[in-house]
């Protein structure tokens, strides 16, 4: 067996050093080292990715990100880590994780769930896809990104509008742009307060909305354009989404 | 713990009423006014018969009322070491004597003086105490026994589940490396759990509550660190006030839950007592998580403080939260009492 290389993520640092603790009581039934840790998601990202992690311990209650947001990004990587969930109390959580056969720890933490836990994420076992939306479908609060083996965080709120292109979905902000392999469909139903359809192909920030401006004709009628705060795009409005768009300025 | 005597003004259903109490008070003097409206209605003939009957019968009422309430408010310690039945009964025999002291100068009231006349003012005394103590009866019953001292057991055995796991966590990390630390947080854990789990019907005192909410901030901070920052200003003096058990406890947490955990900077807990005239000023604030606050938990401890508050203070005690300046705060203003 390879050594894993282990990273913990945690905002409590006694619970970070009781794991380490614990993990290295079961280092010599599975060899491994502790590549990295981190004190939340945002930091725990770039420590995963950079440690090149084999295995995730991940607390759920964290601030800013939440340990199952944490976890979906994860997966935009191109070698996604085994990850483990810990949590104190959250029977909500844990139902959802029993369910989906998601490995789980609470705390505090038992060297024999530690163990079982750990041979189990050796074997390669990885997160099923869709899992993690169905256990928590509160939307994200970034998006996220894979660049050369690191993972780039867009804050949902910075996101201006989206568009769908080819195969993929650009996602503009102030600053730049971004491609993301989500459908737009999904976007839309998991931020459905954040974001409007405007067109077949696109969704426009609500809150962005300033107004609207006749379009040149396309398809051999006049339609409408929308005008969006940060952006100088002016983006068609389809017929089908006229009326509803329209009643977002008033 | 010392446990302090009761102040509740139902402890038991078949208690008198805390004749200080400025609610009780107000109930008092708003039924017996009430009775006197029926009692004119009664007795006049025609509507417009009516007003000049209720004066009268008001007119020879209030001097008696104020002297029914005054003299109870001075023997309320007294009343209420009666045994109920001797109470009712006291209470009974001050308002026939205080209607009796009243006669002899009813004549210049506006009443002509007859022994019919006193006949029909006892005999209005008598229902009036009556109709008060069945009242005050029926109020104690509806918010007593089974039901509130149900509820009060299930409030405050209300610690987050989440912070006794996360801290028997916290101090399992300590166990190998720094075993007196282990120790002290174990002592304070189990402390903090033998408030929680003890009979809290019983006033306490801001000491021993103020004592309560360091322990827990202790555990709070061996997991937090340097996350947690807790100010206190605690007038000198105050710690002698008596307030219900586990009042600023579940209110420190919540700070604990809703604003120090969400942020990922240090934020500050800030906890101001009091003691303004006969008065008693509790403020708390923390950073306010505009996603994180006014969830289930917060609402559930707030109108379980309120609901122990009214149980103790009637209309005396206030409890009102608010959002200033990027903080969460909430004030409670109750009578100051204190230790006897």
């Known amino acids: ?250 | 713990m010392r446990k302090m005597q009761s102040i509740r003004q139902n402890a038991l259903p078949n208690a008198l009423p805390d004749f200080r109490n400025l609610g009780v008070m107000s109930r008092v003097l708003v039924l017996a006014n009430a009775l006197a409206l029926l009692f004119a209605m009664a007795r006049s003939r025609e509507f417009a018969d009516f007003a000049g009957k209720f004066t009268e019968i008001a007119g020879q009422l209030e001097p008696v009322l104020l002297l029914v309430v005054i003299v109870l408010y001075a023997g309320s310690p007294l009343l209420a070491r009666l045994e109920y039945r001797s109470g009712v009964l006291a209470v009974g025999a001050v308002a026939l004597a205080a209607t009796a002291a009243f006669f002899p100068f009813q004549g210049r009231l506006g009443g002509n003086g007859d022994w019919r006349e006193l006949a029909g003012s006892l005999v209005f005394a008598i229902l009036a105490t009556g109709l008060l103590d069945w009242y005050f009866y029926l109020r104690n019953r509806a918010f007593s026994p089974a039901l509130s001292e149900a509820r009060l057991q299930a409030l405050q055995a209300r610690i987050r589940p989440h912070f006794l796991f996360n801290s028997l966590n916290a101090v399992l990390s300590l166990v190998r490396k720094d075993p007196k630390r282990a120790e002290a947080a174990l002592e304070d854990l189990a402390e903090l759990f033998r408030t929680v789990m003890a009979d809290n019907r019983d006033l306490t005192t801001l000491g021993d509550e103020v004592a309560i909410c360091r322990q827990y901030l202790n555990l709070e901070q061996l997991r937090l660190g340097e996350r947690l920052d807790v100010k206190w200003d605690v007038e000198p003096g105050v710690e002698h006030a008596l307030v219900p058990p586990m009042l600023l406890q579940p209110l420190v947490e919540n700070a604990v839950y809703h604003g120090i955990e969400p942020g990922i900077t240090p934020g500050v807990i800030e906890v101001r007592i009091s003691r303004r005239g006969d008065r008693l000023a509790l403020q708390l604030s923390n950073p306010y998580h505009e996603e994180h606050q006014h969830r289930q938990g917060n609402r559930m401890a707030l109108s379980n403080i309120r609901e122990r508050l009214q149980l103790h203070f009637d209309v005396e005690a206030s409890l009102e939260t608010r959002v200033v300046g990027g903080r969460y705060e909430i004030s409670i203003s109750m009578p100051y009492r204190n230790v006897p």
């Open chain 1, 1 to 250: 067996m390879s050594t894993l290389r282990v990273v913990i993520v945690d905002d409590e640092l006694p619970a970070r050093n009781r794991l380490r603790e614990l993990l290295e009581d079961c280092r010599e039934e599975v060899p491994h080292l502790v590549a990295g840790e981190a004190a939340n998601g945002v930091e725990g990202l770039q420590v995963a990715a950079s440690a090149q992690a084999d295995v995730v311990f991940v607390d759920i209650h964290m601030p800013e990100m939440s340990g199952i947001e944490f976890a979906r990004h994860l997966q935009v990587l191109e070698r996604p880590p085994a990850v483990i969930f810990v949590t104190a109390h959250d029977q909500y959580a844990v139902r959802a994780f029993e369910v989906n056969a998601v490995d789980y720890l609470t705390k505090p933490v038992r060297s024999a769930r530690l163990l079982a836990a750990l041979k189990k994420a050796a074997t390669g076992a990885r997160l099923a896809r869709g899992v993690l939306e169905s256990i928590d479908p509160a939307p994200r609060r970034h998006f996220s990104i894979a660049e050369r083996g690191r993972v780039t965080l867009v804050p949902v709120a910075e996101v201006i509008y989206l568009r769908a292109e080819l195969k993929y979905v650009t996602l503009h902000t102030r600053a730049r742009d971004h491609l993301v392999e989500e459908p737009l469909s999904q976007i839309e139903h998991e931020f459905g307060g954040v974001f409007v359809r405007i067109h077949r192909n696109c969704l426009a920030a609500r809150r962005l909305i300033r107004g609207f401006e006749r379009s040149a004709e396309t398809e051999g009628e006049a339609g409408w354009s929308v005008v969006l705060e940060g952006s100088d795009e002016r983006l068609p409005v389809s017929r089908r989404q006229w009326a509803q768009v329209k009643a977002l300025v008033s």
